[in-house]
């Protein structure tokens, strides 16, 4: 119901930055709560950092806490992933989703819409 469109990824060297966007349409996007995934070849889609709708609530695993901010964005329909101090170990495409039914899941299954995700490359 909700298309998804991410952007921002490339390649950085280890200690970098990187800002992905996801910009959305469909209806009542206010009212999604958004996550960011990542995945690399050969290995299940991780997650990376989620937010509720609100704003308010946010949650990131202790790989990408401190180094990683979620933000979302109403007025533009964008969620936003900061990555600083970007790691090798962060290599992977990055994917946005959006649940209507949960706020902050690490969970795949909760969130219906997805992107078709962008490369983020971080090496020397």
């Known amino acids: 119901q909700v298309q998804l469109v991410e952007s921002g990824g490339g390649l950085v060297q280890p200690g970098g930055s990187l800002r992905l966007s996801c910009t959305t349409s469909g209806p009542a996007f206010r009212n999604y709560n958004m996550g960011w995934f990542r995945q690399t070849s050969g290995k299940e889609r991780e997650f990376v950092a989620a937010?509720?709708?609100?704003?308010?609530?946010?949650r990131y695993p202790d790989s990408v806490k401190g180094r990683f901010t979620i933000s979302k964005d109403n007025a533009k329909n964008t969620v936003y992933l900061q990555m600083n101090s970007l790691k090798p170990e962060d290599t992977a495409v990055y994917y946005c989703a959006a649940s209507n039914v949960v706020a902050g899941s690490l969970r795949m299954e909760d969130y219906a819409d997805w992107g078709q995700g962008t490369q983020v490359t971080v090496s020397s």
């Open positions: 937010i509720a709708w609100t704003g308010r609530l946010t």
